[in-house]
């Protein structure tokens, strides 16, 4: 049997100059549907001013068992991360 | 005392309205629509509690905005006849919604205009909401209508169902015609032409026709409903009717 109704992923941008943030997913026909199920199930209060749908089978996922050759060996390179640098004052907050 | 009618009528079709979409609430086929429908029926619940409460207003006796929904009988209820129809199933529950938003939204955007500020207020807000409408109900009609053979065979039974009543929505009756001459409320009978366009639209795309309609039922401005009704009014009011005078 079809399923007529396939997964969607959907991602909301909260506001403008911020990126689209994954929220959630839900079931729909096609993606004016999907997009209009984003907009009634996810943004009742407020939550953005701009919805991604983006079908769930489109998505290609890292595989769990290869996390530790893929994110530990950047463990121990500490000199990637920008806390080696004096930033001036004026700056601010970075 | 006519315009405070007048408001009455346009407050009873989004208060009955709201409150069938409001069935489905738990009811609905899928999560995604479940939430769907309760946030059209707040839209429309919204729109009847500010037009309540200035109704009462203007009436100056005192009556709130619960008093008017709540302790009024059917015979008192205006609403036309379409939104008070039964939900049925899904083909007319959203064929009904299209029909109402795609002459509400006319409606509002003309309410731009009124003497009044109060409907104004109403107007601008409400207009973006019956354009959400259309295009939710309207994208179902479409879907339903150009889909399997059952969706269509329910889609085509939703239209003969609910053509009959589509009339009504652009008489005036005496009250609405006062508050129309007087420029507080848009002139029903005008808005035919976007509607027939709405509905076109949709119809092209949904494999559907709209069926001449011979003999319009009306009655629902004279306060003469179907049985339906008595028994929405029942269910909503009693919580109100036991605790006169609760609050929430």
């Known amino acids: 049997m079809v399923n007529t109704t396939p997964l969607w992923e959907v991602f909301i941008r909260p506001r403008n100059g911020l990126a689209h943030k994954h929220v959630g997913s839900l079931h729909a026909a096609d993606e004016i549907m999907a997009l209009q199920a984003a907009r009634d199930v996810y943004t009742r209060r407020g939550e953005g001013n701009s919805v991604w749908v983006v079908p769930s089978a489109a998505i290609t996922a890292s595989d769990p068992d290869q996390a530790e050759e893929n994110f530990e060996p950047t463990g121990d390179k500490i000199y990637r991360h920008p806390t080696f640098y004096e930033i001036p004052e004026e700056v601010g907050n970075m | ?248």
Not at chain 2, 2 to 25: F, K, M, N, P, T
Not at chain 2, 90 to 111: D, N
Not at chain 2, 140 to 156: K, N, P
């Open chain 2, 1 to 248: 005392m006519a315009i405070y009618q007048a408001l009455l009528e346009l407050a009873d079709d989004h208060l009955v309205l709201g409150h069938r979409i409001s069935e489905w609430c738990g009811h609905a086929p899928m999560l995604e629509e479940d939430l769907a429908m309760p946030n059209m029926a707040l839209d429309l619940i919204g729109t009847s509690r500010t037009l309540y409460e200035h109704a009462g207003e203007l009436e100056g006796k005192g009556q709130s905005e619960d008093d008017l929904a709540y302790l009024r009988g059917e015979r008192d209820y205006r609403n036309c006849l379409l939104v008070e129809r039964p939900n049925e199933d899904f083909a007319h529950t959203m064929l009904r919604q299209l029909y109402f938003a795609a002459f509400m939204y006319p409606y509002w955007i003309a309410a731009e205009k009124s003497s009044d500020e109060v409907v104004r207020g109403v107007a601008g807000k409400a207009q973006k909401e019956m354009a959400y409408h259309i295009r939710h109900a309207g994208e179902w009609v479409i879907r339903l209508g150009d889909g399997t053979d059952e969706s269509a065979t329910r889609m085509r039974e939703a239209v003969d169902a609910l053509s009959i009543y589509v009339d009504e929505l652009f008489d005036s009756s005496p009250a609405a015609q006062e508050a129309e001459a007087a420029g507080v409320l848009p002139k029903r009978a005008d808005l035919r032409a976007e509607w027939d366009k709405t509905i076109a639209q949709v119809f092209d795309e949904a494999l559907l026709t709209l069926p001449a309609v011979p003999f319009a039922q009306r009655g629902g401005r004279e306060g003469l409903h179907d049985e339906g009704l008595g028994h929405l009014l029942a269910e909503m009011q009693s919580v109100y009717r036991a605790h006169p005078g609760a609050r929430w």
